[in-house]
């Protein structure tokens, strides 16, 4: 029972860690222009936030790993089309934006 209760305990804690405001998220993606080429639900240029979503579906690791590209940029996960980087965005900023992406970029 004790396990169960620690368990427990810190998946509150870490579950509370990171709220997601989409609203905030949604600000940001617009400010970085993340929106002239990125959609929730339609490939434009780059793809579809519910695709990336999909795509990530399951892996524990997901948050970081698309946090790393929206800073570092790129191509050839999604197609030629390179992404431009976001290195002048802070850590929480990358953070946000990525469990918005990854939660298919909600409106709220």
């Not at 617009?30 to 579809?48: E, T």
């Not at 698309?66 to 431009?84: D, L």
């Not at 980087?85 to 990854?102: I, M, S, Y």
């Amino acid at each position: 029972m004790k396990k169960f209760v620690l368990a427990v305990s810190a998946l509150l804690a870490t579950a509370g860690a990171f709220a997601l405001d989409a609203a905030a998220a949604k600000a940001l993606a617009s400010k970085s222009a993340c929106l002239a080429c990125h959609a929730a639900d339609k490939k434009i240029v780059g793809p579809s936030y519910q695709d990336v979503a999909a795509k990530h579906k399951g892996q524990a690791d997901a948050l970081e790993k698309v946090a790393a590209r929206i800073k570092s940029g790129g191509s050839g996960i999604y197609g030629t089309v390179p992404m431009p980087p976001q290195p002048a965005l802070k850590d929480e900023e990358l953070k946000l934006l990525a469990a918005w992406v990854l939660a298919g970029a909600p409106d709220k």
